[in-house]
């Protein structure tokens, strides 16, 4: 019998190689909302302090949680100067809120107007800062240098931002950020990235200081930084990241906020000592490779400067009209990649820690060919293939040698006895063997008086066996009166193997 086999193998793929997602122009705002119309008791300013934006990913990219930006300080810097980082927070599945507050006021100016431009606290009063950052943050009266009312604070205006998003697009999700446990509703702190730029990156360190925040971001620095107020409270200073630029006014200053955070042991900083800037320093973004293995990111990319201002430095990490771009007009992949890693994205792909089958190599697509939950740019990854051979249907019967009795002695009464073997093979469900009616054994025209007894041990099957052993025993029976006749006595036997269950 023949046998043929058919094997088909299927190789493992080698994993793509992964590359951050390029950086684009912004997203149009998924919605505009006026402060006045969140809360009808929130009046604008002159110059208008603007209106609320909000960007919102497809729902298979969001990841629940919700991202607050508050603006750099100023009269210009409203949120539709912030277009590009509010749309890639918006790109990362954050639902996105850059909010609209109170940062028009003149901390920065000198005493009596302000709270002074100086490294140093003012001694008139030492809480300058402070006392007006905790205004414009609550509205509760307490310092000279701003007017804020609790409708006009940082809080309300978040709260019933909420609020009205929540009732007014109930299928987005926004309901989920809201805590309503306490005499109003308020942000669900633990699921919200508080990020700020300069006075906004102040207000965002005040914020996790009060509460568990489930990450903070300041990006670039900020008058105030070494007055005192900074410290690290309610939220671990493993959540907190920083982006700054290299030669922005207040880089030196802020590092002190770093140190009462914790996320620097001493100032100046280690990688940064002195000006002027090394552009081949290999701590700076542009010169780090992907993850950048640090929360502290330092950079120092050519900003553009429009409209023309002495220091486009200090808003370049964020202002639209600061920041550094490629060829094409969007913004500096470099920059892009620190904002997507100082939110969470450490290896810059579009895909948040949080949901990246593979967080340290940048895969984008995130396919994951053998669906074992990583990535195949993290790899070993194994593609499923197939190995096999084809059985063909199979009954085979071979005997052993022929089984002799040996020599009948005449006149006497005798049982004789003979053995052989029988190897079966079956693919077959099941399988049965059997002999032909053995009848009796013959010589020429004489045949024994007793009939020939075959017994098969075992005879069936109930599986596929191969090269089974069946033991078949032969008994005749000669009695004293049998008359026999000179030669040899035998009998042809047909054995057959079946099945019911090919």
């Known amino acids: 019998m023949t046998f043929r086999q058919c094997i088909v193998v299927a190789a493992a793929g080698l994993a793509p190689l992964g590359f951050t997602a390029d950086a684009r122009a912004a997203d149009p705002a998924t919605h505009t909302i006026a402060p006045s119309v969140a809360d009808p008791a929130t009046t604008d300013t002159s110059p208008t302090r603007g209106n609320n934006l909000v960007w919102l990913a497809a729902p298979e990219r969001r990841v629940g949680k919700l991202l607050v930006f508050l603006p750099l300080g100023g009269m210009l810097n409203i949120p539709t100067e912030f277009e590009e980082f509010g749309s890639e927070a918006g790109r990362l599945g954050y639902h996105t809120i850059v909010l609209a507050y109170r940062n028009e006021a003149p901390v920065a100016m000198a005493p009596p107007v302000g709270c002074g431009n100086g490294v140093e606290a003012s001694t008139a009063p030492p809480n300058c800062a402070i006392d007006a950052r905790m205004e414009i943050l609550n509205g509760l009266e307490k310092s000279a240098t701003v007017n804020v009312n609790r409708a006009g604070s940082i809080e309300n205006r978040l709260n019933k931002l909420l609020v009205h998003l929540a009732a007014t697009y109930p299928s987005e999700g926004w309901g989920q950020f809201i805590d309503t446990g306490g005499t109003e509703p308020t ?29 903070a971001v300041l ?21 907190f990241a920083t982006l700054i630029h ?3 006014e207040f880089f030196a200053r802020t590092c002190f906020a770093y140190v009462a955070l914790g996320l620097a042991p001493v100032c100046p900083l280690a990688e940064f000592p002195v000006l002027p800037v090394v552009a081949t320093n290999p701590a700076l973004v542009e010169n780090r490779p992907l993850p950048f293995g640090t929360r502290q990111l330092v950079f120092n990319i050519e900003p553009i400067n429009q409209p023309p201002i002495a220091n486009p430095y200090h ?11 490629e060829a094409n007009g969007a913004p500096a992949q470099k920059l892009v990649n620190a904002w997507r890693s100082s939110l969470g994205d450490s290896d810059a792909d579009t895909r948040l820690d949080q949901v990246d089958n593979c967080p340290l190599v940048a ?50 009464t005798r049982t004789y006895d003979a053995t052989t073997t029988a190897s079966v093979i079956s693919t077959a469900g099941d399988a ?57 006595y035998s009998k042809v036997l047909t054995f057959t193997l079946s099945t019911t269950t090919p």
Not at 207 to 213: C, D, K, L, Q, S
Not at 317 to 325: A, E, I, M
Not at 387 to 410: D, E, K, Q
Request: charged share 15%; net charge neutral.
């Open 219 to 239: 990006i670039t620095g900020w008058t105030d930084a070494k007055h005192g107020w900074v410290k690290l409270g309610a939220t671990p200073q493993n959540r």
């Open 432 to 488: 049965a063997l059997t002999v032909s009616d053995p009848g009796h054994l013959t010589n020429g025209a004489f045949s024994l008086p007793e009939p020939l007894r075959v017994t098969l041990n075992p005879a069936s099957w109930t599986a596929p066996v191969s090269n089974a052993a069946v033991s078949v025993a032969f008994t005749q029976l000669v009695k004293a009166t049998d008359a026999l006749r000179t030669g040899t």
């Open 315 to 325: 808003p370049s990490p964020l202002r639209d009209g600061y920041l550094p771009r």
């Open 187 to 215: 942000p669900k702190w633990s699921q919200t990235v508080i990020a700020g730029g300069s006075f906004g990156a102040g207000q965002a360190a005040i914020i996790a200081a009060e509460h568990e925040v489930h990450r």
């Open 246 to 248: 290299a030669r922005e």
């Open 363 to 412: 895969n984008a697509e995130q396919v994951d060919s053998d669906a074992n939950g990583t990535g195949d740019a993290c790899g070993p990854t194994f593609a499923q293939g197939t190995v096999g051979g084809a059985v063909p249907a199979t009954l085979a019967l071979t005997l052993g040698t022929p089984a002799t009795f040996g020599a009948f002695v005449p006149g006497v």
